[in-house]
């Protein structure tokens, strides 16, 4: 594996970033990984770039909406590993699959993986490892045979309107025991 393609940002000077300054950043890296990749495929569109991604991932690659799509409560409390690894993680997508018969290609196969290693430099790792507590709460506990879940409003609902969870370790049907109490942020 080559060293990184894209430069390495200061983790401090990203730290000092107010929130739009850290966007900002944001939109820059994704506009370098952009260029090498047109480097490598010249008609490549450039990919439009959206901030509105909840939950536990980071970045989507989506296709229907012609861009990227990241997460900003995650990008604010993981500046750096974000620019450094989901930025091109996304754009390794987003080349892929404008690719001849990339769209038939796995999401993280072979081509996307190459496309990791050779023109980024990276490790292409499939998952993050960020803390997503705050970027995707499930303040609803339930409980079952053998420990506490916590499910999003969207399920919780579902569980009213009729539908059952069951745990996959114990198989027992999920009980609702109330709201989890947020910690309050410092």
Do not use: I
Not at 32 to 40: E, G, I, N, S, Y
Not at 116 to 142: C, E, I, K, Q
Not at 163 to 178: E, F, I, N, P, S
């Amino acid at each position: 594996m080559t060293s990184p393609a894209l430069p390495d940002p200061d983790p401090q000077w990203l730290a000092d970033l107010d929130t739009e300054a850290c966007r900002t950043a944001l939109l820059d890296r994704v506009e370098a990984a952009f260029a090498l990749c047109v480097d490598v495929h010249p008609g490549l569109p450039r990919p439009r770039v959206w901030l509105d991604l909840r939950g536990r991932s980071a970045g989507q690659a989506h296709f229907g909406r012609g861009g990227l799509r990241f997460n900003p409560v995650l990008l604010e409390e993981n500046r750096h590993a974000f620019l450094v690894e989901v930025v091109p993680h996304e754009m390794a997508h987003w080349l892929v699959h404008h690719l001849e018969d990339g769209h038939r290609a796995r999401p993280h196969g072979h081509e996307w993986r190459t496309v990791m290693r050779r023109l980024f430099g990276l490790a292409p790792r499939v998952t993050h490892r960020f803390d997503t507590a705050r970027s995707s709460p499930a303040p609803h506990r339930y409980r079952c045979g053998c420990r506490e879940h916590a499910l999003s409003a969207r399920r919780h609902a579902l569980v009213r309107s009729g539908r059952a969870y069951r745990c996959r370790h114990c198989a027992q049907t999920l009980v609702y025991c109330g709201l989890r109490k947020l910690e309050k942020q410092a």
